[in-house]
């Protein structure tokens, strides 16, 4: 499964530096709002040390990483959902993604100017979360006005959406996003076709000054601080310095300017972990001649599911799964081995998908 995060956040706050040092794409980097009126889109491949230990047992004749496509979506500004800005079709990249990564300029410098004047990173996420909420009770409303007619049937589920449409309008107007609301898995279900933007994973990224990558800084506190009630992550990142690392030609002078910082990896690697994280997410692998590849699973997957990420006729014609645990794998160097060692297991439908399991699947179709 391709996992894509939209980076948003303000003109000039740090979106497309960020960007830049994320994948191979160039962004336009330029010190003026709207300077990304198109999204631009990167794929950045997922780090993951125990792809490299299975190719190194396995010497496949291709090593295929997990990847997750990034957005970046051009600044937003006041009067967005009602169309300033290009508003509209900067809400709708939004819409299309899974995550939003909310880019907070969390630094001072005087050469970058702030669309609004100063710098307040409170302020600005204010600004966004109005203008995503604001579209988001356009939205409701709209379905508020449908739905009334069809619960008039008494039908259950119409009424148990009715419901729903009301909590969400009632946390909106109030100035609170989509997410606060709390539903069960019944209602999950049935209000799944809303696809509200203040519903989508967040993660709240402080752009710092280098001095400020490890330990943060004032503008971090009041953001920890301010979505404490949010179910979001905050990760604090020096996006300027990233994008210099980035840029470097070689592994080992890369690594020496993240050693000067006091860093032990690049931010990417914490932001694509957290983004996981933030969307539950998890890797199992298949190793053989051929290749050995990393597959992106939700958290609970069961076999079945997990072959169909490969392709759908894995998935109608499931038969079993041959499971080898990541740690066994390693520890006796080859399938073989742990065959015959008995850690080869045979998984039928039922059995749930492990972090980091080394699977080979039988279908018929």
Same mark, same amino acid.
């Given at each position: 499964?391709?996992?894509?995060?939209? #980076?948003?956040?303000?003109?000039?706050?740090?979106?497309? /530096? *960020?960007?830049?040092?994320?994948?191979?794409?160039?962004?336009?980097?330029?010190?003026?709002?709207?300077?990304?009126?198109?999204?631009?889109?990167?794929?950045?491949?997922?780090?993951?040390?125990?792809?490299?230990?299975?190719?190194?047992?396995?010497?496949?004749?291709?090593?295929?990483?997990?990847?997750?496509? #990034?957005?970046? #979506?051009?600044?937003?500004?006041?009067?967005?959902?009602? $169309?300033?800005?290009?508003?509209?079709?900067?809400?709708?990249?939004?819409?299309? /993604?899974?995550?939003?990564?909310?880019?907070?300029?969390?630094?001072?410098?005087? =050469?970058?100017?702030?669309?609004?004047?100063?710098?307040?990173?409170?302020?600005?996420?204010?600004?966004?979360?109005?203008? *995503?909420?604001?579209?988001?009770?356009?939205?409701?409303?709209?379905?508020?006005?449908?739905?009334?007619?069809?619960?008039?049937?008494?039908?259950?589920?119409?009424?148990?959406?009715?419901?729903?449409?009301?909590?969400?309008? /009632?946390?909106?107007?109030? $100035?609170?996003?989509?997410?606060?609301?709390?539903?069960?898995?019944?209602?999950?279900?049935?209000?799944?076709? *809303?696809?509200?933007?203040?519903?989508?994973?967040?993660? @709240?990224?402080?752009?710092?000054?280098?001095?400020?990558?490890?330990?943060?800084?004032? @503008?971090?506190?009041?953001?920890?601080?301010?979505?404490?009630?949010?179910?979001?992550?905050?990760?604090?990142?020096?996006?300027?310095?990233?994008?210099?690392?980035?840029?470097?030609?070689? +592994?080992?002078?890369?690594?020496?300017?993240?050693?000067?910082? $006091?860093?032990?990896?690049?931010?990417?690697?914490?932001?694509?972990?957290?983004?996981?994280?933030?969307?539950? *997410?998890?890797?199992?692998?298949?190793?053989?001649?051929?290749?050995?590849?990393?597959?992106?699973?939700?958290?609970?997957?069961?076999?079945?599911?997990? +072959?169909?990420?490969?392709?759908?006729?894995?998935?109608?014609?499931?038969?079993?799964?041959?499971?080898?645990? @990541?740690?066994?794998?390693?520890? @006796?160097?080859?399938?073989?081995?742990?065959? =015959?060692?008995?850690?080869?297991?045979?998984? $039928?439908?039922?059995?749930?998908?492990?972090?980091?399991?080394?699977?080979?699947?039988?279908?018929?179709?």
């Amino acid at each position: 499964m391709a996992l894509k995060c939209g #980076i948003v956040g303000l003109p000039n706050v740090g979106k497309s /530096t *960020l960007f830049n040092c994320l994948s191979n794409a160039q962004a336009q980097a330029a010190n003026f709002p709207f300077c990304t009126v198109e999204p631009n889109i990167g794929v950045i491949t997922v780090p993951d040390n125990r792809l490299n230990k299975l190719a190194a047992l396995v010497s496949p004749e291709k090593v295929v990483p997990a990847t997750i496509e #990034i957005v970046d #979506i051009a600044g937003l500004v006041k009067g967005a959902s009602k $169309g300033e800005g290009l508003g509209n079709q900067f809400l709708g990249n939004i819409r299309e /993604t899974d995550a939003i990564i909310h880019v907070l300029r969390c630094f001072d410098d005087d =050469n970058v100017v702030h669309v609004d004047g100063s710098v307040d990173p409170l302020r600005d996420k204010e600004i966004i979360d109005t203008e *995503l909420q604001l579209k988001d009770l356009e939205t409701i409303e709209k379905r508020f006005q449908q739905q009334q007619k069809v619960s008039k049937t008494g039908e259950k589920e119409a009424l148990i959406i009715l419901n729903v449409l009301e909590r969400y309008k /009632t946390a909106l107007e109030s $100035g609170k996003s989509a997410r606060y609301v709390s539903l069960e898995k019944k209602e999950q279900e049935l209000a799944g076709d *809303l696809f509200l933007l203040t519903n989508k994973p967040i993660l @709240y990224l402080c752009n710092v000054d280098e001095a400020s990558a490890i330990n943060g800084n004032d @503008y971090v506190a009041q953001v920890m601080e301010a979505v404490k009630g949010e179910d979001a992550e905050v990760l604090i990142i020096a996006a300027e310095s990233e994008a210099e690392i980035a840029a470097l030609d070689s +592994a080992e002078d890369r690594q020496e300017f993240l050693e000067a910082m $006091g860093l032990q990896e690049p931010g990417v690697n914490k932001l694509i972990r957290s983004a996981y994280h933030l969307l539950n *997410l998890e890797t199992y692998f298949t190793a053989g001649e051929k290749e050995v590849r990393a597959w992106t699973i939700t958290k609970g997957t069961k076999t079945p599911q997990a +072959a169909g990420v490969i392709h759908t006729d894995f998935e109608k014609g499931f038969i079993k799964g041959e499971v080898i645990g @990541y740690d066994d794998f390693v520890a @006796y160097g080859s399938e073989t081995a742990c065959r =015959n060692a008995g850690k080869l297991s045979i998984e $039928g439908k039922d059995y749930i998908v492990k972090d980091g399991d080394v699977m080979h699947f039988r279908f018929n179709v």
